[in-house]
């Protein structure tokens, strides 16, 4: 079921989403300082691309807190407007709204995405 919600997640705007993260990946790395942003891009693009079976769990710091701020006026603002965009349109049915979720899970870490760290969720 894992694969089939992940495969029309691609589908109904996943795609959009993972591309926006790798875009503002690769322009985080032009510059040598913003690489560590690049990289965590790089991340939470994967969660972009499958987001069923996965989730997020936050572990914020003081250094994550400062990147966090830099992000948010930097590129997080945008990143959070087209997930939440893609949510809203999609919970307008029945059918989408668990692909909106989704969509409001990503917009929620697009905002504060440094201290967070996805992982696999594994069913007995």
Same mark, same amino acid.
């Given at each position: 079921? +894992?694969?089939?919600?992940? $495969?029309?997640?691609?589908? &109904? #705007? #996943? %795609?959009?989403?993972?591309?926006? @993260?790798?875009?503002?990946? &690769?322009?985080?790395? $032009?510059?040598?300082? #913003?690489?560590?942003? /690049?990289?965590? &891009? %790089?991340?939470? *693009?994967?969660?972009?691309?499958? =987001?069923?079976?996965?989730?997020?769990?936050?572990? =914020?710091?003081?250094?994550?807190?400062?990147?966090?701020?830099? @992000?948010?006026?930097?590129?997080?603002?945008?990143?959070?407007?087209?997930?939440?965009?893609? /949510? &809203?349109?999609?919970?307008?049915?029945?059918?989408?709204? =668990?692909?909106?979720?989704? %969509?409001?899970?990503?917009? *929620?870490?697009?905002?504060? =995405?440094?201290?967070?760290?996805?992982? +696999?969720?594994?069913?007995?």
């Amino acid at each position: 079921m +894992r694969i089939l919600g992940n $495969i029309l997640w691609i589908i &109904c #705007g #996943g %795609f959009i989403s993972w591309l926006s @993260w790798i875009i503002t990946g &690769c322009l985080w790395c $032009i510059t040598i300082v #913003g690489i560590p942003v /690049g990289l965590q &891009c %790089f991340k939470l *693009a994967s969660i972009s691309l499958n =987001p069923f079976g996965k989730e997020i769990e936050s572990n =914020p710091g003081c250094f994550s807190f400062l990147l966090n701020v830099i @992000w948010f006026f930097a590129g997080g603002i945008e990143l959070a407007f087209i997930n939440f965009v893609l /949510g &809203c349109l999609l919970s307008i049915t029945i059918v989408g709204i =668990p692909f909106g979720m989704q %969509f409001f899970k990503i917009a *929620a870490i697009s905002l504060m =995405p440094f201290g967070a760290t996805v992982h +696999r969720v594994h069913f007995a």
